[in-house]
């Protein structure tokens, strides 16, 4: 079974800090997302990452795909309230091409 | 803009009992999905559609069932609720498969408690 795992599970820092979370697998993906959902609505998607060892750059946020295609990770720079949420990864073309795999979610809460 | 509606927003079930959650988006999109979202697992998948008339079990399609009869609209059927189909619903429409270049555009989201 295919799974993606984010680490941590939850974090609540201070404004202005930085932070980093993590998805992690032992399968390669031929791409990979970033979602971020809040309180009451559906995940929106933030960005796609498709080449090994590729980053972008989002205003603060900050993604990058692992080289071998197994992990990302998101860093945030300055984090800010509005920063607030469930950050969700997802990958496409492992080991089943018609589905998106999950992680749980790293839940982040911004303190002012 | 509606994107992708879902209806009812909360909705309490008694065990045993049946319902329809109701999904449609107006975005021409070939590709629907039904997923479920329970606290700390991810988001797991029911049915998806490629097309109308066309549909297939995902992740864990066991005590659903759907109908893909216009491209608009993806409705989800619940019959004989049970406490373990308690969970937050979110349907969800991309042009594409999802992944890749392909962004999937989410409902709001349904809340269902089975009582």
């Known amino acids: 079974t295919q799974l993606l795992e984010q680490s941590p599970q939850f974090l609540s820092i201070q404004e202005g800090e930085n932070l980093t979370v993590y998805c992690n697998s032992s399968?390669?993906?031929?791409?990979l997302q970033w979602y971020r959902q809040e309180p009451g609505e559906g995940p929106v998607l933030l960005v796609t990452?498709?080449?090994g060892g590729e980053v972008k750059k989002l205003k603060r946020l900050t993604f990058q795909f692992g080289d071998a295609r197994k992990d990302s990770s998101l860093h945030i720079t300055a984090a800010q309230p509005g920063d607030t949420g469930l950050y969700l990864c997802?990958?496409?073309?492992?080991?089943?091409?018609?589905?998106?795999?999950w992680g749980a979610g790293t839940k982040l809460i911004i303190k002012p | 803009n509606a994107g992708v509606t879902q209806t009812p927003k909360f909705r309490i079930l008694k065990i045993g009992q049946s319902m329809t959650l109701q999904c449609a988006q107006d975005?021409?999109?070939?590709?629907m999905y039904w997923y479920r979202q329970d606290p700390g697992m991810g988001l797991k998948l029911i049915y998806y559609?490629?097309?109308?008339?066309?549909?297939d079990k995902g992740e864990v399609p066991n005590g659903y069932n759907v109908s893909r009869s216009t491209t608009e609209d993806f409705p989800l059927r619940l019959e004989l609720a049970a406490p373990s189909q308690t969970s937050v619903y979110f349907c969800?429409?991309?042009?594409?498969?999802?992944?890749?270049?392909?962004?999937?555009?989410f409902g709001e989201g349904s809340w269902l408690t089975v009582v």
């Open positions: 997802a990958g496409a073309g492992g080991d089943s091409n018609y589905q998106l795999i």
């Open positions: 399968s390669v993906f031929s791409s």
């Open positions: 990452v498709v080449t």
């Open positions: 975005m021409n999109h070939n590709y």
């Open positions: 559609s490629v097309g109308a008339g066309i549909t």
């Open positions: 969800a429409s991309s042009p594409q498969m999802g992944g890749g270049g392909n962004t999937i555009y």
